[in-house]
């Protein structure tokens, strides 16, 4: 059971490395601006914030993730011939619209799989996850130096390709064992509520806000300087493949640290990342720097999902991801997309990273204030008699 659900994360991951780092550039092709493209961008999180707790209370109350993935799954590999066929910006809209209605809402599913199997099998988190680094790694890599030779027309082809296997895939693995609680719609909104849980969503929110606006934009920036696409591909390969020893060893990370502390460590990676960037002139300083996307995105991610996982109880694990993916990836998608093209178009790349390293700063430093105010307030209400 378990090589058969790494197998299935690392092909699934392999179509995330042809989306993610080459669309962008597809829509480029095809003449969109830079605006045009963070609109395009944006929508699929401003549908997220609508789809993703849904997705995530159908899977509890349901009891199944499996069956949501194939379904995910299918619908991508239809809208993506439109998606890959349509010229039109106005015909553009809606098609991203729905095909990110389904894919965006996949991996918090994916992820709650995960987490099951994984307290199933005593294994953490990170071992199997990692596996998705791996592929998304491999594929960047690979897609970057063929669509360097071939043009950038033929990714439509590899995603579908790839995409087809991942759902043979998913009749291999087992579906979520169910948790024989039945999930409720006040449940889940006394959920939002906690304040523990609120604070977190937002800090990630903010700092998911700059990461969102450099996976729309670092292969412009990189071409901007004077790469290539094969070195747009390396970029993104270095990143997931610094993810790989962070996934490994966050179980000893987790040991010694709290989750929060990781949340803020890893939002100062993030900081130095967007402040180097800022200030590199050359496509190879790029590829180096990538290094801290491991300890950035890779330490924030899994700090994220191991404090939803451990805070929300079974009935409603499918809930919390979705919710982490909402706010991580909905809100901040459509803020990081919209703000990242805005500021492109008007001030150039190098601008862009200096502004979201000083949003990064800004929200380590409320986040940690508020943090201290928390523990406070609780302490103290633990020694009222």
């Not at 064992?177 to 977190?200: C, D, H, I, M, N």
């Not at 300890?295 to 191991?306: E, H, K, Q, W």
Request: with cysteine.
């Amino acid at each position: 059971m378990q090589w058969k659900l790494k197998l299935l994360i690392f092909t699934y991951f392999t179509t995330v490395g042809i989306i993610v780092p080459f669309l962008p550039l597809y829509f480029d092709s095809r003449g969109l601006t830079n605006s045009q493209i963070g609109i395009l961008l944006a929508l699929g999180p401003c549908v997220s914030i609508l789809v993703q707790s849904p997705w995530g209370y159908l899977s509890d109350r349901l009891q199944t993730v499996k069956k949501l993935l194939l379904l995910q799954f299918t619908a991508c590999l239809i809208l993506s011939f439109l998606l890959f066929h349509l010229r039109s910006f106005s015909l553009l809209v809606p098609t991203v619209i729905g095909f990110y209605a389904f894919f965006l809402p996949s991996f918090p599913q994916l992820d709650c799989l995960i987490l099951a199997n994984s307290k199933k099998s005593g294994k953490h988190f990170g071992s199997y996850r990692l596996w998705g680094s791996l592929g998304f790694a491999v594929t960047a890599l690979a897609a970057g130096e063929l669509l360097a030779v071939v043009g950038i027309e033929w990714m439509k082809g590899l995603y579908q390709g790839l995409l087809l296997i991942s759902i043979l895939l998913i009749f291999l693995v087992k579906d979520v064992p169910p948790s024989g609680k039945t999930t409720t719609a006040s449940q889940f909104k006394e959920l939002l509520q906690r304040p523990e849980v609120l604070y977190v969503l937002i800090f990630i929110a903010l700092v998911n806000t700059t990461n969102k606006a450099n996976d729309a934009f670092m292969g412009i920036l990189v071409r901007s300087i004077g790469g290539t696409e094969a070195e747009v591909g390396w970029a993104w390969t270095t990143g997931p493949l610094s993810e790989i020893p962070v996934f490994a060893l966050f179980g000893l990370l987790l040991a010694r640290y709290n989750e929060t502390v990781l949340l803020a460590l890893a939002a100062g990676a993030y900081a130095l990342r967007w402040f180097l960037f800022a200030i590199a002139g050359d496509p190879q300083l790029i590829i180096v720097i990538q290094l801290l996307h491991g300890l950035s995105f890779g330490l924030f991610y899994m700090a994220g999902v191991s404090y939803m996982g451990k805070i929300v109880p079974p009935a409603l694990r499918a809930s919390g991801q979705g919710l982490l993916a909402t706010f991580g990836g909905g809100l901040a998608g459509i803020a990081g997309s919209l703000l990242g093209g805005f500021i492109m178009d008007h001030f150039g790349p190098q601008l862009l990273y200096a502004a979201s390293c000083g949003l990064v700063l800004l929200a380590v430093a409320a986040f940690n204030l508020l943090v201290i105010k928390h523990r406070a307030k609780t302490a103290a209400s633990a020694d009222r008699p």
